[in-house]
């Protein structure tokens, strides 16, 4: 049996016995112990049972969970350890279940007075004159309510055909709180690139979730970003499913390796979920596969969710994304005679390249002229589709149903996005015109 006694800070004095199986501890009054300590993260730390031990793990506060002076991911506990959580210091006590029984044995059995006269010999109990008249009026009770359900079978729920009452029982409700801890580290010698996403309760609207996400590229001083959304209940159950069934929580605690010489690859990853504390941590190291498919989903969440797919890449992986895109628009614009859909797609990939750069601070040397091409290959695509659109609208007008049918697929071709409303006007013509060809056979 183990409690935590508080022996400074704002709530010195203060126990706290562990009544279940994981407690979460901090200043939020959602926490199973709430404390108020400013110092304090609204989620510190997990403190959970495993087997006869009690664990502590840091749930990413901001000022670190210490236990005996040293700052802690999680560790065992024994009785006497010290864990300091922003100003407030907790001790350990770990009560000995034997002695526990030992004491409740000793302890003398309480007497209880029936009110029975005691004598040397025990005499022979009384027959109680009213039991018989009990018992009688016992059992025609039970007679009443059998005859009652016979001719009403609803007071008991059942289904009778003609008034269904459905006796709906709820499911116990389960703790599905969900708090996620994601940092990768890629650094060497010319660069440190951190990617940080975080999942955790939001301090100025309790009950909502934050999903936050901020990045660090040390290569250029300008690049710090940092971006949050508030997450819906639908949201958080989508995440939750995703946790269940990557098979995180069968994985080891680490999984270390050999790198390079000055460069790191590190991963690390901290999952609460309900009363479940996990974490693992890659460094160096071939990534199991349900932590690299997590890790993958949950890097995709965020790029979905705050529309920053760019920003968990470094600054020299951008360069290289875009350049690749802007060649691939050079590339399609010079050839844009060759078939109609090539300036389409130019100017796809020059729209990839800008988005590439968009976090990248300061802009490099080529943005302004990728700007320029991406503009000079949309003004030329809008001038060939209005031209395209009039071929197709003067035939429609003369009736020429064959040479309008020709040049409505053209713009098809020359615009082959479906939600792009120029591919969806040519489209809802081009079905009219099949079906005048149609009627005139």
């Known amino acids: 049996m183990y409690r935590l006694i508080v022996v400074e800070g704002p709530n010195a004095g203060r126990s706290y016995e562990m009544n279940g199986t994981a407690m ?16 304090m993260s609204r989620s510190h730390c997990y403190l959970e049972i495993r087997g006869d031990e009690m664990w502590v793990a840091d749930l990413g506060s901001a000022n670190q969970t210490i236990v005996n002076g040293k700052a802690v991911d999680e560790c065992a506990l024994k009785n006497g350890d010290e864990i300091l959580v922003g100003t407030t210091k907790l001790r350990v006590q770990a009560d000995s279940a034997d002695a526990a029984l030992e004491i409740g044995s ?30 009688a009026v016992c059992a025609i009770l039970v007679l009443v309510l059998a005859a009652m359900c016979i001719f009403d079978p609803s007071l008991i729920g059942l289904d009778t055909g003609t008034d269904k009452k459905n006796v709906v029982i709820a499911p116990p409700k389960v703790d599905k709180n969900l708090s996620i801890q994601y940092e990768k580290i890629e650094a060497d010698t010319n660069n ?26 040390l290569a250029e001083s300008g690049r710090h970003i940092r971006k ?82 760019a920003i968990q890449f470094s600054t020299d992986k951008l360069m ?21 859909g ?5 100017l796809k990939a020059y729209h990839d390249a800008i988005f590439y750069l968009d976090t990248v601070n300061p802009k490099p040397d080529i943005y302004p002229q990728l700007i320029d091409e991406f503009e000079q290959t949309k003004s030329e695509l809008n001038k060939r589709y209005e031209d395209q659109r009039f071929l197709a609208n003067r035939a429609i007008n003369l009736k020429e149903w064959t040479t309008a049918v020709k040049e409505l697929r053209i713009i098809m ?11 969806k006007e040519a489209s809802q013509k081009l079905l009219d015109v099949e079906n005048r060809i149609k009627t005139k056979r």
């Open 24 to 39: 979460k501890l901090g200043r939020s009054s959602q926490c199973d112990i709430a404390l108020d300590d400013p110092e």
């Open 106 to 135: 000793s302890a003398e059995e309480p007497v209880v007075d029936l009110g029975f006269e005691h004598e040397e010999e025990a005499a022979a109990p009384k027959k109680n004159a009213f039991r018989p008249l009990i018992w």
């Open 192 to 217: 440190i690139f951190r990617f940080e996403l975080t999942i955790s309760p939001s301090d100025e609207k309790p009950g909502t979730e934050i999903l936050r996400v901020k990045i660090d590229d």
């Open 228 to 309: 949050e959304k508030e997450l819906s209940a639908a949201q958080i159950d989508e995440l939750i499913g995703i946790v269940e069934a990557s098979g995180f929580f069968g994985l080891e605690k680490s999984y270390s390796g050999f790198a390079k010489p000055n460069t790191l690859n590190s991963y690390s990853l901290l999952l609460t979920l309900g009363k479940k504390v996990y974490s693992c941590k890659v460094e160096n190291h071939d990534e199991p596969e349900p932590f690299k498919v997590l890790r993958q989903k949950l890097e995709t969440y965020s790029k979905n969710e705050l529309g920053i797919w």
């Open 320 to 340: 290289e994304l875009a350049t690749e895109s802007r060649q691939v628009g050079l590339k399609k614009y010079n050839e844009r005679d060759v078939t109609y």
């Open 342 to 346: 090539n300036l389409f797609e130019s």
């Open 413 to 423: 071709e020359m615009i082959p996005d479906r939600e792009d409303a120029r591919n």
